[in-house]
């Protein structure tokens, strides 16, 4: 069974920064490539960044240079780096990974709140 357990949201001061983590088990990790989406009240979820099997990235709205996305195939585990954050950036943050049989799979969120 995939679980994907997203850790490290919180509240922080706009400027400042979080490092979240997504913890992936029953998948094989290394070959799949992740993603972190996000979801801000009342809006729809997208797409922050996501990661091949070869370390390669990507990144929406904009996010590239505040925000990066890395993985640790040793560990199973999914990272988002983000500094300088703005209250835009308050949202659900979500792990999700699309196995190689195309089957969808996400984490229940870590919620990021950062104050003005």
């Known amino acids: 069974q995939v679980q994907l357990v997203e850790s490290g949201g919180g509240l922080v001061q706009a400027g400042e920064s979080l490092r979240l983590s997504c913890a992936a088990s029953g998948i094989a990790f290394s070959i799949n490539t992740m993603s972190w989406y996000r979801q801000a009240p009342g809006k729809q979820r997208k797409l922050v960044a996501t990661i091949t099997s070869r370390g390669n990235t990507n990144y929406g709205d904009s996010l590239k240079g505040r925000f990066t996305i890395s993985r640790d195939n040793a560990k199973n585990t999914l990272y988002l780096q983000m500094n300088s954050l703005n209250p835009e950036d308050t949202a659900v943050y979500f792990c999700?990974?699309?196995?190689?049989?195309?089957?969808?799979?996400w984490g229940k969120g870590t919620l990021v709140t950062v104050s003005s």
């Open positions: 999700n990974v699309i196995d190689i049989y195309g089957s969808d799979y």
